[in-house]
């Protein structure tokens, strides 16, 4: 492993949605990765502010899953000591989750986190040439066991796949 990528600290998580709403968030996981070992892990169901549900066909969760749930703003005290003290957040397609997670805390009114996010899916096509490099056919690759659009599996898989880059010679930054 290098030596300038063992002190990190990394908050990998994935969003599922419920619709097309940006701030729809229905289910999080996350990982906590420090100096690229697995700490922590959790997720959370989420009550999103509407009961239209359009991608239960990609993910199961459905309207009746989640409306008994907390709200984002009532998970909020809970969520935010995972989304603090960490170098950077991960996500495999990145613009997708810093976008729900933007977009869902500004429609609560809430400040979301500026750390910058690493994308694993540059990480794989430039550590791998891995393509296509969804994230089913990443974990394929490289042997990684993933229960695809279940948001703990998702973000573990994201984990892994930065915890091997870095074996492999790769570093953030």
């Known amino acids: 492993m290098p030596q300038d990528a063992q002190r990190c600290s990394v908050l990998a998580l994935d969003f599922e949605t419920a619709n097309y709403d940006g701030h729809s968030a229905c289910q999080l996981g996350v990982v906590r990765l420090v100096d690229w070992q697995v700490v922590e892990s959790k997720a959370w169901l989420i009550r999103p502010p509407s009961d239209q549900f359009v991608f239960t066909y990609i993910h199961g969760i ?58 694993s899916v540059g990480v794989a096509r430039k550590t791998w040439k891995i393509f296509p490099t969804k994230l089913n056919n990443v974990c394929e690759t490289l042997g990684i066991e993933l229960q695809h659009h279940e948001a703990l599996s998702d973000a573990k898989a994201c984990a892994q796949i930065l915890v091997r880059a870095v074996q492999a010679g790769w570093t953030p930054g």
Do not use: M
């Not at 500026?114 to 994308?119: H, K, S, V, Y």
């Open 62 to 119: 459905e309207w009746e899953h989640v409306r008994s749930e907390r709200t984002w703003a009532q998970l909020w005290p809970e969520l935010l000591p995972y989304f603090q003290g960490v170098d950077y957040f991960a996500a495999h397609n990145a613009p997708f989750d810093r976008g729900v997670l933007q977009k869902t805390c500004a429609y609560y009114g809430l400040t979301a986190p500026a750390q910058p996010f690493i994308d």
